[in-house]
């Protein structure tokens, strides 16, 4: 995908305090990209279409459509349009790490805010659970350009604190979603691979599609620390003094192991799952939103 890589830049991006303005920003960035890349075919401006298929009455076609695009499109009935999706944003104490100019949860929110953004326009429903131990805020899923509000000032007020368990979150918004839907976990998942992976197979028992997105700060996946450093627990204030480099192919190793465990079983549980880092460019999430949304129609 050729999209400008200033306009999706989360450094660049940093700048802008408005959640609203920085959303709309990755979106039409990502768009305009989108139109310029081999997968121009993703129907970001007819949402409410789809493609026309033998069957189909010839009365529901768009003929406006027809005349602009040369594609037989229907309009979709109420029930095939409305996607209903649940963000889940890890807002633990553990997401305030930050070895770059953003943290991994300012990463999070505005790559939540910019997919509820993307969402609603698609005239899909967008919800939002921030949690740590357990969930702290559930907003359901709603389609309406107005909830979007909602959904962003939470955002914009969100402070990082309390441990991490995110399986407890996961089996409680299973529990709650009663039709079939989307849910994307956006998490350091900083916890135990197990207990992460049986609450996403609590989600596909039941018939949803998962997305699960990553995100991780460039100095956890390398420890490349330049000299002696204190480490303190962000989640439990435990501290402890040493020399990164002795370390370094010992942690690298774990993290790797931990890394293919969790893609593993993603994999498995037919989940999606995608690695970020806190300086890669928010389009690369989105596509994964729309490629997931495409399988959905």
Same mark, same amino acid.
């Given at each position: 995908m050729t999209a400008n890589t200033d306009i999706l830049s989360p450094q660049s991006l940093a700048r802008i305090s408005n959640l609203q303005l920085l959303a709309r920003r990755v979106v039409e960035g990502f768009i305009t990209g989108l139109h310029k890349s081999p997968y121009h075919g993703f129907s970001v401006e007819f949402a409410e279409h789809r493609a026309y298929m033998p069957g189909d009455p010839i009365k529901h076609i768009d003929w406006k459509v027809w005349a602009r695009t040369d594609r037989y499109v229907i309009k979709r009935f109420q029930e095939?349009?409305?996607?209903?999706?649940?963000?889940?944003?890890?807002?633990?104490?553990?997401?305030?790490?930050?070895?770059?100019?953003? @943290?991994?949860?300012?990463?999070?929110?505005?790559?939540?805010?910019?997919?509820?953004?993307?969402?609603?326009?698609?005239?899909?429903?967008?919800?939002?659970?921030?949690?740590?131990?357990?969930?702290?805020?559930?907003?359901?899923?709603?389609?309406?350009?107005?909830?979007?509000?909602?959904?962003?000032?939470?955002?914009?007020?969100?402070?990082?604190?309390?441990?991490?368990?995110?399986?407890? @979150?996961?089996?409680?918004?299973?529990?709650?979603?009663?039709?079939?839907?989307?849910v994307i976990l956006i998490s350091d998942l900083l916890d135990e691979p197990d207990e992460i992976l049986s609450g996403i197979k609590h989600f596909r028992y039941d018939g949803h599609e998962v997305i699960v997105m990553q995100i991780l700060d460039p100095l956890e996946r390398t420890f490349a620390f330049k000299r002696d450093a204190r480490f303190r627990d962000m989640e439990t204030d435990e501290k402890m003094i040493s020399q990164p480099w002795h370390l370094q192919a010992a942690y690298k190793k774990v993290m790797q192991e931990y890394l293919d465990a969790i893609k593993a079983g993603c994999r498995e549980q037919n989940a999606d799952y995608t690695l970020f880092d @806190? @300086?890669?460019?928010?389009d690369l999430a989105l596509m994964e939103y729309l490629k997931k949304r495409e399988k959905l129609y």
């Amino acid at each position: 995908m050729t999209a400008n890589t200033d306009i999706l830049s989360p450094q660049s991006l940093a700048r802008i305090s408005n959640l609203q303005l920085l959303a709309r920003r990755v979106v039409e960035g990502f768009i305009t990209g989108l139109h310029k890349s081999p997968y121009h075919g993703f129907s970001v401006e007819f949402a409410e279409h789809r493609a026309y298929m033998p069957g189909d009455p010839i009365k529901h076609i768009d003929w406006k459509v027809w005349a602009r695009t040369d594609r037989y499109v229907i309009k979709r009935f109420q029930e095939e349009t409305n996607l209903k999706s649940y963000i889940l944003l890890d807002c633990s104490a553990s997401m305030a790490f930050s070895s770059q100019s953003i @943290t991994k949860l300012q990463y999070g929110v505005a790559l939540s805010a910019a997919l509820a953004y993307l969402m609603i326009e698609q005239r899909d429903a967008a919800g939002l659970v921030l949690f740590d131990e357990k969930p702290q805020k559930v907003l359901p899923p709603r389609s309406v350009r107005s909830y979007l509000n909602l959904i962003l000032k939470e955002l914009q007020s969100l402070k990082p604190s309390g441990k991490t368990r995110i399986a407890e @979150t996961l089996h409680n918004v299973a529990d709650r979603m009663k039709r079939r839907g989307l849910v994307i976990l956006i998490s350091d998942l900083l916890d135990e691979p197990d207990e992460i992976l049986s609450g996403i197979k609590h989600f596909r028992y039941d018939g949803h599609e998962v997305i699960v997105m990553q995100i991780l700060d460039p100095l956890e996946r390398t420890f490349a620390f330049k000299r002696d450093a204190r480490f303190r627990d962000m989640e439990t204030d435990e501290k402890m003094i040493s020399q990164p480099w002795h370390l370094q192919a010992a942690y690298k190793k774990v993290m790797q192991e931990y890394l293919d465990a969790i893609k593993a079983g993603c994999r498995e549980q037919n989940a999606d799952y995608t690695l970020f880092d @806190t @300086t890669q460019n928010y389009d690369l999430a989105l596509m994964e939103y729309l490629k997931k949304r495409e399988k959905l129609y």
